[in-house]
């Protein structure tokens, strides 16, 4: 299995839209293992479309607990126990991650039960460890390493970027935050950087339509970064290639790839991909878009 980054769900916010894209998922497989990034809705159906088996499911990472980047996670580790799940799965995610689980447990302790004692399957209560993360390095196991820093994404607090490392080559996901120079530090040489952006013109026509005006733009603003921004983290950080993920707008018909493109080439002259559902990025692929 060549290593790989496919970008399942790529808009940023949890609202969907006829024919739009899905809120933010990613699959990374790295060094022989599979790792789901965020669960937002539509993960499970991501995933499957990339070929992944999902009772191989073994490793999930979640960055925070909005629900663009949490709603399946529940639903998509159910579903692969369905499928034929029979290992432990780990899932990784910041506090409160635990309450989630229980609770969907809970919800769903109906069904779990009745499918144990009528179709024979083993406990999903008993498969699936739930690991509160803060701030440093979280894993490292068979050559990967996995660490986190906390980013700026008010007024959650408990937010973070990760870094995968391994010898096939390192990936950093900036989760959901505003304009943060640290984070050029911590994605120092990645191969990939994968950053959620914003487009300035887009913001005024989404927060018209989804109608809680003044109130979104203020978060929007306060809470995410443009995609000049978090192209000036990439030139910062020396990255082989700047992935814009999380898009904001993500389906204004207004807008293009070649606007998105135009605002990071402002601060960025390296390799650019700009997310769509299901693409497929190389890792440590050193060609130029
Ligand atoms: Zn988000
Ligand atoms: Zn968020």
Redesign the pocket.
């Given at each position: 299995m060549s290593s790989r980054l496919v970008l399942l769900g790529s808009k940023g916010g949890p609202a969907i839209r006829p024919g739009g894209p899905w809120p933010t998922s990613s699959l990374l497989q790295i060094g022989g293992r599979t790792v789901v990034v965020d669960c937002g809705l539509g993960v499970t159906r991501g995933l499957t479309n990339a070929s992944v088996a999902l009772k191989t499911l073994d490793l999930i990472v979640i960055t925070?607990l909005?629900s663009?980047?949490v709603l399946e996670l529940g639903p998509l580790i159910h579903t692969a126990w369905t499928a034929g799940l029979s290992q432990p799965v780990r899932v990784f995610g910041p506090a409160g991650t635990r309450a989630y689980w229980q609770g969907f447990l809970q919800s769903m302790a109906f069904d779990i039960d009745i499918r144990i004692v009528d179709e024979g399957r083993p406990d999903l209560r008993a498969l699936v460890e739930v690991i509160e993360f803060s701030e440093g390095e979280i894993l490292s196991e068979s050559g990967l390493t996995l660490s986190a820093l906390r980013v700026d994404?008010p007024p959650?607090t408990d937010?973070f970027a990760l870094r995968f490392d391994h010898a096939e080559g390192s990936v950093v996901f900036s989760s959901?935050t505003a304009y943060f120079p640290p984070l050029a530090d911590f994605a120092k040489g990645a191969d990939i950087l994968v950053h959620e952006a914003m487009l300035a013109e887009g913001v005024d026509r989404l927060v018209a339509r989804t109608g809680n005006g003044a109130r979104l733009k203020e978060h929007l603003l306060a809470?995410h970064s443009f995609a000049g921004e978090a192209a000036a983290i990439a030139t910062a950080a020396g990255v082989g290639r700047l992935v814009l993920h999380h898009l904001i707008p993500a389906d204004d018909p207004e807008i293009s790839e070649t606007d998105w493109i135009a605002a990071t080439r402002k601060n960025w002259a390296g390799a650019l991909t700009i997310a769509a559902d299901g693409l497929v990025v190389k890792i440590a692929d050193d060609s130029s878009v």
């Open positions: 925070h909005h663009d980047h994404h959650v937010c959901d809470s």
